[in-house]
């Protein structure tokens, strides 16, 4: 499968986040939970939810928020705040097939950048799609910037979740 690449500069921000597993149902209900406990904090929600790849198993549930609100450690919820920096986007790509595009991002700029922080889930569709962008939040951007990279297809991602230019169509 071919990834677009694109290059750009993050903003700060300042998320609440719990932990999750890489399973779309857990994190639809933990995205939920934030927005609650970001409405009954009286903070502002500024985006969209993310996730933060800890591992390949273990990630996290971001929402980007304002206002002078810190969770509380018993409540399970967790607050980071990141700086603005250069990041290498990838994608669009589905979550099933995050772990391919991570090791073929990792092989392709490992050398040549130092990453800045575990890459990011955005922009995804949580209608049962889980398709969005991978951000690599980095110390500086390469020299030599490709715009597409080539991951070998483990087939990985059920068909019907793919976007419409991948989909399969077997003639009958």
């Not at 589905?94 to 050398?111: Q, Y």
Request: charged content about 20%; some cysteine.
């Amino acid at each position: 499968m071919q990834y677009e690449l694109r290059y750009l500069e993050l903003e700060a921000r300042a998320t609440a986040w719990i932990e999750s597993s890489l399973n779309g149902p857990e994190i639809e209900q933990w995205s939920a939970r934030l927005k609650a406990w970001a409405l009954i904090r009286g903070a502002t929600i500024t985006g969209r939810p993310l996730l933060v790849m800890r591992s390949p198993l273990i990630t996290q549930v971001h929402l980007p928020i304002e206002g002078n609100v810190r969770p509380h450690p018993e409540t399970g919820v967790g607050f980071l705040e990141t700086h603005a920096g250069p990041a290498i986007l990838a994608g669009p790509v589905h979550i099933l097939d995050i772990r391919a595009l991570d090791r073929e991002v990792r092989s392709e700029f490992g050398a040549h950048c130092e990453f800045a922080g575990p890459p990011e889930f955005h922009d995804w569709d949580a209608r049962g799609r889980f398709n969005g962008w991978l951000h690599y939040p980095v110390s500086k951007l390469p020299t030599v910037r490709p715009t597409m990279l080539a991951v070998p297809d483990l087939g990985m991602t059920p068909v019907a979740n793919r976007p419409a230019r991948e989909r399969v169509v077997l003639a009958s």
